[in-house]
Structure formats: structure tokens, C-alpha cells
């Protein structure tokens, strides 16, 4: 008689509901849960597959009339930064990144909310708590990290370390191909320093220092203003049905894996 494991992950479909990304548009999801021993190899193999991760849970679209969502990833070995992304390196080099275990706190928490209220105050995320915030961060079985951004000091060639209140910081997964930018937040009232870029240009970096390939980065969403900025990172691969293929400048037509 075939034995079956009893940890293999289920799979669950979500009710259609409003889509936050495309007017008029409703989405489904489908998603398991990670938890145990395993959670962390399925982290990398779902992130693969084009799912993304929150707290416990793994997602995907699965809408049945739009393939507009679309998984990308850098691929970092050959990304070469234009002048405009080389300008923000140098621009925001006084700031240094520290990789901490993924532990909430007050003063995260408070960038977080003023981010939130300045650049997403629609948004689904703009009700969290203190306590939902914390369980964003802590409440997982995968490998991730905290990196949090703050001003070079007098001590940091020494000690590594930031100085100063904290301007910016990534809730990042590592993978067993790279790693995967689950959230990332940071001063509202230095948007023109380009903080957002300059994160994840660090984390181009520090993917590429641990020697993997890919920064992940979600979803790319083809008609979405507020997602475009992810194509500037290339190349950028993206999730077909006939697996990972360079996204090309023009617009296309997306299609799930």
C-alpha cells in the first residue's frame, strides 16, 4: 500500500475580491502554509515557482481571466547599473545596511507607520497593528533576515554598524538560489534621495557577495504605474509558462507558469 507523506503541503483557493493593483479587475490567490522542518527548502521551491511569502503563508495569483501579474527576479551576476542608478549609489553612500535577525521592534515599527500613512495610506496594510507588524517580521519557519539601514558613523569601518535613527529596512528571505525582498519601508520625508532604489541596489549587492544568483522582487504588474519601476533592473527575468525568460523592454502579453 503507497504511503503518503503526511507534511505534503495543501493548497487553498481564495474567493475573488477586489484587485489592489488594476481598477475594475478582481484577483484570486492560491496559497499553503509553511510551517516545520520543511518551510524553509519550500520557501526556495515556491519562490521558484513563482510564489511570494507572507508570515507563514505562500502565494501566487490565480486569476482566471488576467496573467497580468507576473514573478521577477535579477539576475545579479549580469546586472550593470545604468548612470541614474549609479548616481544614487554614490548619493546614498553615508548610509550602511546591518543584517539582523528578524526581530519587531518600537522604532521599526514607527517608520513603518509613517511610511505607510505617507506613500500607502489606501492601501491594505495602512490598519496594522504594532502586534501585526510583528507578526509580519517573527512569525515564520524560513530563513530571513531584518536588514536595517541607518548613517555610516565614526565607529562603523570598525564595528559594521550603523549610527543614528534608522532611515530604512528590508524584510529579506534567503533562498537556496538568492534572496527574496518580502517588504521594504523607509524614511517618507527622504523619498528624493531614492531610498527605495538604493535598497534594493544593495541587495543586488549582497546577493551577489553570498554567491547567488537572483534578487527576487515579486511581482511585476503590466498595466501598473506603481509597479514599473521593476523593469529598470536588468536583465530581469520573468516567470512564463515555459519557465524563467529575460522580460523584454517591450510590454507582453504575461502568462503563468
Known amino acids: 500500500?503507497?504511503?503518503?507523506?503526511?507534511?505534503?503541503?495543501?493548497?487553498?483557493?481564495?474567493?475573488?475580491?477586489?484587485?489592489?493593483?488594476?481598477?475594475?479587475?478582481?484577483?484570486?490567490?492560491?496559497?499553503?502554509?509553511?510551517?516545520?522542518?520543511?518551510?524553509?527548502?519550500?520557501?526556495?521551491?515556491?519562490?521558484?515557482?513563482?510564489?511570494?511569502?507572507?508570515?507563514?503563508?505562500?502565494?501566487?495569483?490565480?486569476?482566471?481571466?488576467?496573467?497580468?501579474?507576473?514573478?521577477?527576479?535579477?539576475?545579479?551576476?549580469?546586472?550593470?547599473?545604468?548612470?541614474?542608478?549609479?548616481?544614487?549609489?554614490?548619493?546614498?553612500?553615508?548610509?550602511?545596511?546591518?543584517?539582523?535577525?528578524?526581530?519587531?521592534?518600537?522604532?521599526?515599527?514607527?517608520?513603518?507607520?509613517?511610511?505607510?500613512?505617507?506613500?500607502?495610506?489606501?492601501?491594505?496594510?495602512?490598519?496594522?497593528?504594532?502586534?501585526?507588524?510583528?507578526?509580519?517580521?517573527?512569525?515564520?519557519?524560513v530563513s530571513t533576515m531584518m536588514v536595517e539601514y541607518r548613517r555610516r558613523g565614526i565607529n562603523t569601518f570598525l564595528s559594521g554598524m550603523g549610527d543614528g535613527p534608522l532611515i530604512g529596512a528590508a524584510l529579506t528571505d534567503v533562498l537556496i538560489d538568492g534572496l527574496s525582498m518580502v517588504y521594504s519601508f523607509y524614511e517618507p520625508d527622504m523619498q528624493s534621495d531614492g531610498l527605495g532604489t538604493f535598497m534594493i541596489l544593495d541587495h543586488i549587492e549582497r546577493t551577489r557577495r553570498r554567491g547567488l544568483p537572483y534578487l527576487y522582487l515579486g511581482y511585476w504588474v503590466q498595466g501598473s504605474r506603481k509597479m514599473d519601476y521593476k523593469r529598470r533592473y536588468k536583465p530581469l527575468e520573468y516567470l512564463t509558462s515555459s519557465g524563467w525568460a529575460i522580460l523584454p523592454d517591450e510590454p507582453v502579453e504575461a502568462e503563468f507558469a
Open 1 to 141: 500500500m503507497t504511503q503518503h507523506p503526511t507534511d505534503a503541503p495543501q493548497f487553498f483557493l481564495t474567493a475573488p475580491s477586489a484587485c489592489p493593483y488594476l481598477p475594475g479587475k478582481t484577483e484570486r490567490k492560491v496559497f499553503t502554509h509553511m510551517v516545520g522542518e520543511r518551510a524553509a527548502a519550500m520557501n526556495s521551491i515556491l519562490s521558484h515557482g513563482g510564489f511570494r511569502r507572507s508570515q507563514n503563508i505562500a502565494y501566487r495569483p490565480a486569476c482566471e481571466e488576467c496573467r497580468s501579474c507576473v514573478s521577477v527576479r535579477v539576475r545579479v551576476d549580469d546586472f550593470r547599473p545604468d548612470k541614474s542608478q549609479r548616481r544614487n549609489y554614490t548619493r546614498n553612500s553615508h548610509l550602511v545596511g546591518v543584517e539582523l535577525p528578524p526581530a519587531a521592534t518600537g522604532e521599526q515599527y514607527s517608520l513603518f507607520r509613517s511610511y505607510l500613512d505617507a506613500r500607502h495610506a489606501d492601501g491594505g496594510m495602512v490598519d496594522m497593528t504594532v502586534g501585526d507588524y510583528a507578526a509580519m517580521v517573527e512569525e515564520t519557519h
